[in-house]
């Protein structure tokens, strides 16, 4: 069984910083593409950052170049979000999500998400 658990979360000021974590199990990590989702409430989900399986390209929407940093560590099956100048409108729900191939059939796969609110 595949699960994905975001953690990192949580209530900072603008400016601040928070890094959030994606945690892999029941699947070939490394073969997997990562990304870093995120939602507001009555919006579909934004593409963040997203990575490749081996962490040599990265990808940033514009809303957040310069600021957030995605990488991952293969050996520990996880994922990260390094989240820096945070401003009010990155306020939203974080999901990871995993992309890739299973016996020729395309997979994805989500965690539950991680709240990340961005305020004074």
């Known amino acids: 069984q595949v699960q994905l658990v975001e953690s990192g979360g949580g209530l900072v000021q603008p400016g601040g910083s928070l890094r959030l974590s994606c945690a892999a199990s029941?699947?070939?990590?490394?073969?997997?593409?990562m990304n870093w989702y995120r939602q507001v409430p009555g919006k579909g989900r934004e593409l963040v950052a997203d990575?490749?399986?081996?962490?040599?390209?990265?990808n940033y929407a514009d809303s957040v170049k310069g600021r957030f940093t995605i990488s991952r560590d293969n050996a520990k099956n996880t994922m990260y979000l390094q989240m820096n100048s945070l401003k009010p409108e990155d306020t939203a729900v974080y999901y990871c999500?995993?992309?890739?191939?299973?016996?020729?059939?395309?997979?994805?796969?989500w965690g539950q998400g991680t709240q990340v609110t961005v305020s004074s």
């Open positions: 990575i490749s399986s081996a962490g040599s390209t990265t």
């Open positions: 999500s995993a992309v890739g191939w299973e016996r020729f059939t395309p997979r994805r796969y």
């Open positions: 029941g699947l070939t990590f490394s073969s997997y593409a």
